[in-house]
Each structure stands twice: as structure tokens, then as C-alpha cells.
Nanobody, 122 residues
Framework: HVQLVESGGGAVQAGGSLNLSCVAS????????VAWFRQSPGKEREGVAF???????LYTDFVKGRFIGSVDSAKNTAYLQMNNLTRDDSAMYYC?????????????????WGQGTQVTVS
């Protein structure tokens, strides 16, 4: 049984930082792909970061240079360090594993999701 648990969200002022965590159980993430998505009310879930095995990372343009994804193999945990946050970054943030291939930023291509953690930037 795969379980993903996100944490680290909260309320922050514009320009601030947050570090999100995604703890995986029933799934080894260090040798697989992990993605971070976000969703605001009334909007589709959009891809934020794509963490490939062995250190490669892809980011969507609107977070490039501000967000950094990482994986701690020993803790089986993925992270999303978010810096210089803006109001547009306010959303529920989710991690996902079990990529089925294709365009990584399309949410339907991922099998397993966490419950999300809310980020609010004022």
C-alpha cells in the first residue's frame, strides 16, 4: 500500500520561504520519479517540479530559479524548497509517484498522490 504524506505548508508573507516534505511509505522513491503539483480553487492541477532519479530536476517556468526539489534517500522523503514566494504561489501542493510516462506535468499520468499541504502567501 503506497502512502504519501505532505507537510510543511502554511501562511507566509510574499518574499518568504517554505520547505515542503513528502514522506513515502510502501514505495521507494530514490530510484523512481517524483513530482510536485499544485492546485488553486477553480484551476487545474499543474506540475511544479519533476524529480528524476539520481539528481536530475525539471521545473516549470513560473518556479524556475525559486523552487528546488530534492530527495533524501535515507528518509524516503522528497522536498520542495520554495523561495521568494508570491501570492500566485498560493495553492494546495501535492506530491506524486508512479509516473506512467508521457508529459510529466499532466496529473493523470501519476498513480499515487498525497493528501496535499496548503500554502498561503499574503
Amino acid at each position: 500500500h503506497v502512502q504519501l504524506v505532505e507537510s510543511g505548508g502554511g501562511a507566509v508573507q510574499a518574499g518568504g520561504s517554505l520547505n515542503l516534505s513528502c514522506v513515502a511509505s510502501g514505495y521507494v522513491i530514490r530510484t523512481d520519479h517524483v513530482a510536485w503539483f499544485r492546485q488553486s480553487p477553480g484551476k487545474e492541477r499543474e506540475g511544479v517540479a519533476f524529480l528524476l532519479p539520481y539528481g536530475n530536476r525539471l521545473y516549470t517556468d513560473f518556479v524556475k530559479g525559486r523552487f528546488i526539489g530534492s530527495v533524501d534517500s535515507a528518509k524516503n522523503t522528497a522536498y520542495l524548497q520554495m523561495n521568494n514566494l508570491t501570492r500566485d504561489d498560493s495553492a494546495m501542493y501535492y506530491c506524486a509517484v508512479g509516473w506512467r510516462g508521457g508529459l510529466w506535468s499532466e496529473s493523470f499520468r501519476w498513480n499515487h498522490w498525497g493528501q496535499g499541504t496548503q500554502v498561503t502567501v499574503s
